[in-house]
């Protein structure tokens, strides 16, 4: 059983690009959260999603930033119009029901470096 | 506005002895706490969580207290090993949110 990947592993993109980050969950999990961590920060919570539905998305900065996760294929984050402080690694979670006293499993993240 | 505080970023401990790992919590709501292990260029990996309603969790080498009227809880491992040297971090759930602390580097020394 493979666990949550993340694709790509790194990314490097110029102020102004748009970033897209992948995140493909555990199998069988329906439950996905990404995570932001800054530099000599902790990890942030971004957005909970489930199929085809932002659970919560109060971790989301209100411009720029997006994220789905439709019925087939993996969850997307977005971000528009890059800036140098986006640079940081992004990680997404899943479980396999809401985070209420269940673990969730990280996939090893995607570092965005905004040049 | 940090809700999870790890007060010491780093902690050596001589390997066989006991690593103590802090952390403080200031909303009462939090019911349920973990604790992650991160190595570098990797996602955070599980350990071990402990509900409100206990006190204490125990798994193996790894035991997690919660002291909930000093919204505090602790992480020892015993005996510490090398392969142990990680970054943890805790974390606490009310609700669809896990709020992450900023983490401690722990380092075993052989």
């Known amino acids: 059983n493979a666990g949550v990947m993340q694709n790509p592993r790194h990314l490097v993109r110029r102020r102004g690009q748009e970033a897209r980050l992948r995140c493909s969950p555990m199998k069988g999990h329906s439950h996905v959260y990404w995570y932001r961590q800054l530099p000599e920060e902790g990890l942030k919570f971004m957005v909970y999603?489930?199929?085809?539905?932002?659970?919560?998305e109060s971790g989301m900065p209100k411009e720029r930033f997006s994220a789905e996760f439709p019925k087939e294929g993996p969850s997307i984050l977005r971000i528009q119009q890059v800036v140098r402080g986006d640079s940081a690694a992004y990680f997404c979670a899943s479980s396999v029901l809401d985070s209420s006293y269940n673990e969730q499993f990280f996939g090893p993240g995607t570092r965005l470096t905004v040049l | 506005d940090q809700q999870v505080k790890q007060n010491s970023p780093s902690l050596s401990v001589q390997e066989g002895r006991i690593s103590i790992l802090n952390c403080d919590y200031t909303?009462?709501?939090?019911?349920?706490f973990l604790w992650y292990k991160k190595y570098p260029a990797e996602g955070p990996t599980f350990l071990i969580s402990?509900?409100?309603?206990?006190d204490k969790n125990e798994d193996g080498r790894f035991t997690v207290f919660l002291n909930k009227s000093a919204k505090h809880l602790s992480l020892h491992i015993v005996p510490s090993q090398p392969g142990d040297s990680a970054v943890y971090f805790c974390a606490a759930s009310g609700g669809n949110q896990f709020y992450f602390g900023t983490g401690t580097s722990l380092t075993v020394i052989p």
């Open positions: 909303n009462s709501m939090f019911d349920y």
């Open positions: 999603l489930q199929k085809e539905n932002i659970i919560d």
């Open positions: 402990i509900s409100s309603i206990k």
